[in-house]
């Protein structure tokens, strides 16, 4: 019944990526290596290649990596089927952020508390990543690298950042107005997770909670308001018509290529915008989100985490936290920033100099980090996930009205968690 009720509902989150290395393989035994199923980084291949050689000068156990499809949801259904059949012949596996409950729950990964102490983890990495991977007090994963939700403005537009939302409508429309750009301020409306991270960005940003005790708490009028005002900024003509059928990348290449006055997306467009023969580079300032009363907004955290299969017992799973603990290692971190973009979730990482030198899109960063918030921490996020990009949808696209898409969503969000009514 789990599995069926898992298998109906897939979390996406987008992770832009290039193949870089591994070949599928099927394991018999045990042969001394450690066999790390990952999602593609995007990027120069060879920089992760040589994380791996040099775990294996320096321990002398061999890495073989083997790369999944770059789209989360597919990597997502290749993880339940393998993993359910208790022997899914790898050791190391990268999970996104909303996976940890859901895997935990199912005891398709190990509890790392032997060597990874609660009070170990949320001293070493940031706080909203330390949440994401300790279930009911035991971790079940390290952090990796992590992402948040940004507010990207064009500084030669607009000068001072938009605080509030009504400073955010304002300097949108009047960049539009005055003829300085097509659009105002893209973000992610498609019916997708990336929907998701934004309406609970705006919830937040609303002074709404999204959890409580547990539970999945989405129908508030903290978070009528902030349905409202996505819509609102489609039907006051500060965000396109189109940005409902936006992802992360047909609202990022409008804005690389002069066309918008703000962009809310993740630290990655903040390096793409200022790569060599961008259109916008020099020009971008990076913000955090605005909220209702002008204190600075928290981003909802995304990034990816290392677990370790439950299969990979003895000696495969002492060489598999060996592994983990080269991979998370702030040089590690630091390294995936320099040659990635990719944001540390190891809060020491923030202050290397090496960080600040060669990766200052990365570390402009750090505070908005600082600040993200998770998803509900919940094993049943997949199933949670499909409901409510769906209802979402229906409001920022008006075929709902906010109350009656969160009031659906709430009952079918209690309904897959086994709750009563508020």
Known sequence: MYRRRVLSGLSSFALSSVACGGRARSRRGDDGT??????????????????????????????????????????????????????????????????????ARAGWIADLSPVYATERIRREFISG?????????????????????????????????????EDLVASALGAVGRGACDHGVLWQGRQYEGLVCNAMEAIWGHGGTTSVDGRVQIDTAEARAALGYLRSLVSRGASPRSVTAMAEEESRRPFQAGRAAFLRSWPYAVVEAERPGSEIAGRVA??????????????????????????????????????????????????????YGRNPARLDAYDDEALRARAPAVAVVASAIARARPRPVTAYYALIADTLQSELSAAVSGIRSPAQALSRAQRACDRIMGVGGP
Not at 144 to 155: E, F, H, K, S, T
Not at 289 to 317: E, F, N
Request: hydrophobic share 45%; charged share 20%; no cysteine.
């Open 34 to 103: 450690v066999v790390f199923k990952h999602q593609p980084l995007w990027g120069d291949p060879e920089r992760f290649r040589a994380l791996l050689q040099r775990f294996r000068s320096e321990t002398g156990i061999e890495v073989v990596p083997e790369a999944l499809p770059s789209s989360s949801d597919a990597a997502h259904q290749f993880f339940l089927t393998a993993l359910e059949g208790g022997e899914p012949g790898f050791d190391v596996l990268v999970a996104d952020v909303v996976w940890i409950a859901e895997f």
């Open 129 to 165: 990543a330390a949440d994401a991977v300790i279930v009911e007090g035991t971790p079940y994963a390290v952090p990796w690298y992590a992402d948040v939700g940004l507010m990207l403005r064009r500084a030669d537009l607009v000068p001072e950042p938009a605080r509030t939302y």
């Open 286 to 339: 990076v913000d955090p989100l605005p909220t209702i009363d002008g204190a600075p907004g928290s981003g909802t955290l995304g990034g990816y985490q290392l677990a370790v299969t439950s299969a990979a017992t003895g000696s495969r799973r002492e060489r598999a936290i060996a592994f983990i603990e080269h991979m998370t290692s702030t040089a590690s971190n630091v390294e995936l920033a320099v040659a």
